[in-house]
């Protein structure tokens, strides 16, 4: 019996959207699927983590690269879609499967442009949700079109399936939920190491995120929250790992706003679990998510948890009972969670 012809469509080559790839094409029975990936040779540099190609072809999956941009670019775009469509009508594969928004709308326009057979989309958090007026009518235009390019919608969260289909994407019986999630592997955590990491003093509180620096996560919001902390307890320091392109941004508010040699900025870090083990608490200040790996790993943890009460985040925390929720963009609501 022949294998079923899988392709997978990526532009975001970073963060979740790259983790839930990794574990999805390295754990699909090869004898039953074979896989090839489409996606660039790298992300914005300012991500710092675009290993995603190496890793894939060292763990035998094969690559076909795809340049993509994130931003709305239409020649770009268009050599992108061109690409694709090339690809899909060379290799006529079974299923195309689609990730986030850029490789989601090329993708799924190019597989029907091709005569796909079926047509897989999964979006790890809805674009248009963080976003306000024209630009969120325009996005979710966007997602309407796509929507109707698109057999089976796959939702990593709950809250995620409702707002697709509240949003008039999808039918119900289009869309099918499969939660991220994690395997709680048994770190060996140097603790007395990690509290030597330059800048941190072990015996003062640290308040921390892993987050991107970008719109989605909405640093600012987290910044002005910091400042509102510090005010208060001027003895917390905070930890920020991650990398994006909103980070020389994001530090020269936190120069404004006199908090920069509180917060440790560490960049991109692949110890990020170990890393998370020296927190006392952890927050994050997303518009929107999908459902979260941070979350899930530093809730594996322990730790307690303050998030933005949003699409995909409160499906992982529950309010009182294992976090804290909080409104978007309210930074004194999530100051006073971190304090509480």
Known sequence: MSRIRVLEVMEATGGGTKKHLELLVTNLDRSSFDVTVACPS????????????????????????????????PASDLASFWQLWSLMRRDSFDVIHTHSSKGGFLGRLAARCAGAKAVVHTAHGLYFLG????????????????????????????????????????????????????????????????????????????????????????????????????????????????????????????????IHEHIVFTGYREDVLELMALFDVFVVSSLFEGLPYTLLEVMSLGKPV???DVVGSRDVVMHEETGLLVPPQDPPALAEAVLH
């Open 42 to 73: 790298a992300r914005h540099p300012s991500y710092g983590d675009e290993s995603t190609v190496a890793e894939l072809q060292a763990a035998g999956v094969r690559i076909h690269i795809v340049e993509m941009r994130r931003a709305i670019a």
């Open 131 to 258: 976003q306000q007026g024209f630009k969120r009518a325009f996005y979710l235009g966007l997602e309407r079109l796509a929507s109707r390019l698109t057999d089976c919608f796959i939702a990593v969260s709950e809250s995620e399936k409702v707002m697709a289909i509240e949003s008039g994407l999808f039918r119900p019986d289009q869309v099918v939920v499969i939660e991220n999630g994690i395997e709680l592997a048994n770190v060996d955590i140097d603790l007395a190491q990690l509290q030597q990491e330059p800048g941190l003093n072990p015996h003062r509180p640290i308040v921390g995120t892993v987050s991107r620096f970008n719109p989605q996560k909405d640093p600012a919001t987290l910044l002005r929250a910091i400042a509102l902390l510090i005010r208060a307890a001027p003895e917390i320091q905070f930890v920020w790992c991650g990398n994006g392109e909103l980070k020389s941004q994001a530090e020269s508010l936190a120069r404004h706003l006199g």
């Open 306 to 308: 303050v998030a933005t």
